[in-house]
């Protein structure tokens, strides 16, 4: 069965510092792989998506991400932090099949200081 | 365009009483998602809806939860004999055709709370 853990709960980094959340998925196979992002009192917005095209994913707002079939990861970065960032963060794997399913990690919790 | 709303926003109910949250996908998508996001924990899987038919119930978590899509648009959630543990947000998603590694949309969620 397919699944992703986060590896930090909470991250806090510095305005204008990088940033890097981790995720790691566990599949038998190549699998899809997204990350969401949930503002306060807001609904999830894909940041990104990787279905099996180029390992390195670009997505909105200066986010991306790199697959690592070696290494089972899926890391979310980003060069310069902004205090508009300041959210919740997860990374999701697509259930195998013709349904697209999604699996949520626990969630990543990014704080930026000024 | 419009995008995945969900209706009521907030919902203050008592123990054991029945309530229906609603959803109303993007316009043409064929698939539809319930998920329950408790407090501190990631969005988990409840149901799929691939045009009026539940596709997928098996994570729905007991009997007393149920959900329609009557004409493959708008759904409704319902649960009847509500308990403290179902205090939850609930989002839906829709998906123009419902594939693996097709982009799901969200709505902004409905936040059930039973005292």
């Known amino acids: 069965a397919q699944s992703v853990t986060q590896l930090d709960s909470h991250v806090s980094v510095s305005e204008g510092t990088p940033v890097l959340l981790r995720c790691n998925y566990s599949?038998?196979?190549?699998?899809?792989l997204f990350w969401y992002v949930q503002h306060p009192n807001k609904g999830l917005q894909l940041l990104l998506k990787y279905t099996s095209a180029a390992t390195l994913v670009k997505g909105i707002n200066g986010f991306e991400a790199e697959f690592k079939k070696s290494e089972t990861s899926f890391h979310l970065t980003k060069p310069s932090a902004h205090m508009s960032d300041a959210a919740e963060y997860f990374c999701?794997?697509?259930?195998?099949?013709?349904?697209?399913?999604?699996?949520f990690g626990k969630g990543t919790k990014l704080s930026v200081k000024p | 365009g419009a995008g995945v709303s969900q209706t009521p926003s907030n919902k203050v109910t008592e123990k054991g009483k029945y309530v229906e949250l609603r959803c109303d996908p993007i316009s043409g998508h064929t698939a539809l998602y319930w998920y329950r996001q408790s407090l501190g924990q990631g969005p988990e899987f409840l149901i799929y809806?691939?045009?009026?038919?539940?596709?997928?119930d098996s994570g729905l978590p007991n009997d007393r939860f149920f959900a329609v899509r009557p004409e493959g648009s708008v759904s409704t959630l319902k649960i009847q004999r509500t308990e403290r543990g179902d205090s939850a947000v609930y989002l839906c998603?829709?998906?123009?055709?419902?594939?693996?590694?097709?982009?799901?949309?969200f709505g902004p969620g409905t936040r059930l709370l039973v005292l």
């Open positions: 809806f691939q045009g009026t038919g539940a596709a997928d």
């Open positions: 599949s038998s196979y190549s699998p899809s």
């Open positions: 999701v794997v697509s259930q195998r099949g013709s349904q697209g399913n999604l699996i």
């Open positions: 998603a829709s998906s123009s055709l419902g594939l693996e590694g097709e982009t799901q949309y």
